[in-house]
């Protein structure tokens, strides 16, 4: 969708791009009994509530770039992604605006590191049969990412 603004500075006619914004999730797998669990960080902001560490990808940014520096930002953790588990979209995804999020696997390189940080009120690994209750699209999410795993793909 497009609209034309008047350019503020020459009061020429520019046109202007209504798109979805580009954000990242990392799934950080933490192999254990079962499947394991997933690291999840507590929102201190609105939505308020448990996800998957990500955010906004930063103009000149690569998404992967984004991921791992999301990753480290929330949760202190430095992040190796092993994949790309899928791209989501559903414009009611984000209750603030339209997003659509790049979403990696990965892997913590020492998970004792982690801690809460940056947009993180708490960070924390939970198993993948014991989540808490996830903002956004982070349920359909985590459902992709276990069935991957009970496919036996590699994650």
Not at 28 to 45: I, S, W, Y
Not at 110 to 138: K, M, N, Q, S, W
């Amino acid at each position: 969708m497009q609209q034309t603004k008047t350019c503020p500075r020459c009061g020429g006619e520019i046109v202007v791009y209504r798109n979805p914004v580009p954000t990242v999730d990392v799934v950080v797998h933490a192999p254990g009994a079962g499947e394991g669990g997933v690291v999840l960080v507590e929102r201190r902001n609105p939505p308020h509530g448990w996800a998957l560490p990500g955010g906004f990808v930063d103009y000149g940014e690569t998404c992967e770039r984004a991921a791992v520096r999301e990753a480290r930002e929330e949760t202190g953790l430095e992040v190796e992604l092993t994949g790309l588990l899928g791209v989501y979209s559903d414009p009611a995804r984000d209750p603030r605006q339209h997003t659509l999020s790049v979403t990696y696997t990965g892997r913590a390189h020492d998970l004792a590191a982690l801690r809460a940080g940056d947009d993180a009120a708490r960070a924390e690994i939970f198993p993948l049969d014991a989540l808490p209750p996830l903002v956004f699209d982070h349920a359909a999410i985590l459902a992709d990412f276990r069935a991957r795993l009970r496919a036996g793909a590699s994650v």
